[in-house]
């Protein structure tokens, strides 16, 4: 029964993980489909010609006319190829960044979740040891080779495991824990490090092609007082440029630099994040190394003291052999945990940084 109703929770926790997969991918989807929309948006602005009417009297004592036509900016259409480029990088930059976020989020909770399933595994496996040395013992209590104590002792025990049992699957079910990148978390950085500085760049394109424009005009003028036989066609070419545009775009690249140190050192971003896990892991893995050698210590008294009644020939000594026994697997759950912690922390930094 309890074997059925844990593989019904791993099925709840894989509908889970699928949901949150979608979840994850439904975020990023709608969150570039608003940022393309946008740039569409800027430009079907940019490259669409701009129509003018007004009625214009050129000089002083000219007749009226009435004027009608377009004009268009030659670097608002290279403007136009820009801002959808940048779109692109600032769709592929939420994506990278999101990815470095969820695995520095749930890296923690991620490795606690194997470490508690090894940990159901250690108590499984104790419990079964256990179980054989109560029935051994109640077999010679049955012939009066064993006292009550004993069996009781054994029991207690036996109770503790299952509370422990119970106790990580209840620490099991409060974590949650997304589908995680395989990839490791140094190589999620430096994606989105890079497309940072590549979403900057394709911003700064836009930008400088504020320093200069070329504009095209057409159009027709009537001439309204008096009414003239003809339509007249005209044309109009001009040329801008900034004449401080290589200043500009000195700043511009400059403040991709900056932008990229201003990014290591804030304390919300992934780079720093990322700095602030690793000193997590490490001290994690100081505790549980601490922890195991005190664990190590105590079974190595019990192992010698095992070794004092290895063939016990009384009562007593039976007693003190099953007492040891059941300590000794329950230092075994504890060591072999702490064990498991510290190697999977190892694995990950080494891995990851």
Known sequence: MIRNSWKFVSAIGLL?????????????????????????????????????????????????????????????VRKAELTMDAARKNCELYKATTGAQLEIQYALPSLEKEALLNRLTLIERASKSLDALI???????EVQNATRLTLFTLQTTKIKLEADRADTRSKLTAIYVPPLSDQPLKELVAQKQSSEESEQRAANKVVRQNNWDVFLTVGVHQQINPISQGVQPYGQISVNYNLASRAINKHLDRAVDAYGEWKKSQESDVVRQMEVLRQQLVDCAAVQGAKLASFQQQTEQIDKNLQLVAAPDTSAAFDFHNQLAATQLLLQIETTDASFRIDRLREYLAKNY
């Open 16 to 76: 889970c993980a699928a949901a949150a997969t979608a979840r994850g991918q439904e975020d990023q989807q709608a969150y570039c489909a608003y940022v393309m929309e946008q740039a569409q948006a800027q430009r079907n602005l940019l490259r669409t010609p701009t129509a003018t009417a007004a009625f214009t009297q050129p000089e002083t004592g000219l007749p009226m006319q009435l004027v009608g036509g377009a004009t268009l900016g030659l670097s608002a």
């Open 135 to 141: 029935e051994q013992t109640a077999k010679m209590l």
